[in-house]
């Protein structure tokens, strides 16, 4: 299976500053690039994806950057808050299904 | 009200028990999935389905089994043969290339 590799494993920051989030992927079939968020207990969302015919796409003080060339892409929390403390997993689209990088659990403090 | 239903939420296994999982869906998506999840390890592929009665193993299928006799189902057993079955599994869906959905997915314990 094609692997996503994301990283760090895990991330403090203070709240109002920038969360960053990181993952590399390898050949993909299909252009579709999504973050999931995860509370615990409960089963993963849909946060922002991104298609790579565009470098950046942004959603409130979510963004995503996209760089084809270096097959890797990144989650940028602006003035990140206390609730935005979850897990985030990258993703691509093998074809037949999600295949997810091992996940980064942020950690937003007051 | 869409979207995926599992069921239980929380299950205890004994040593050398056959469970099953509970996946329904009501989105009318033709792909559903089983992802299992440990801490650490990110969410793993156990099974995926794109059409009824058509099921293909994932990356640890292992002591899994599965079956997709109608669209809106997609159940998964848990057999003795998976020796560390202690997990949270996740089911989800999909139409085309896309968003996948989440159920709120079970917490599986041998005790």
């Known amino acids: 299976q094609q692997q996503v590799k994301q990283s760090p494993q895990s991330l403090i920051v203070q709240k109002g500053g920038i969360s960053i989030i990181n993952c590399a992927y390898e050949?993909?079939?299909?252009?579709?690039f999504p973050w999931y968020q995860q509370f615990p207990g409960k089963g993963p969302a849909l946060l922002i994806a991104i298609r790579p015919d565009v470098s950046e796409k942004k959603e409130g003080r979510f963004t995503i950057s996209f760089n084809k060339s270096a097959k890797q892409f990144s989650l940028h929390i602006m003035d990140s808050q206390p609730g935005d403390s979850a897990t985030y997993f990258c993703a691509h689209f093998s074809g037949y299904a999600l295949n997810f990088g091992k996940g980064t659990s942020l950690l937003v403090t007051p | 009200d869409g979207g995926i239903t599992q069921s239980p939420k929380y299950l205890f296994r004994k040593e050398g028990q056959n469970v099953t999982l509970s996946c329904e869906q009501n989105l009318n998506h033709d792909a559903m999935y089983w992802y299992r999840q440990d801490p650490g390890q990110g969410l793993r592929l156990i099974y995926y389905?794109?059409?009824?009665?058509?099921?293909q193993k994932g990356d640890i299928a292992e002591g899994y089994s599965v079956s997709r006799e109608k669209k809106e189902s997609f159940p998964l057993t848990v057999t003795s043969a998976q020796k560390n079955p202690t997990a949270f599994y996740l089911c989800a869906t999909k139409e085309g290339v896309g968003e996948a959905f989440f159920g709120q997915g079970t917490r599986l314990t041998v005790v």
């Open positions: 050949n993909t079939a299909f252009d579709y």
């Open positions: 389905s794109q059409i009824v009665n058509d099921f």
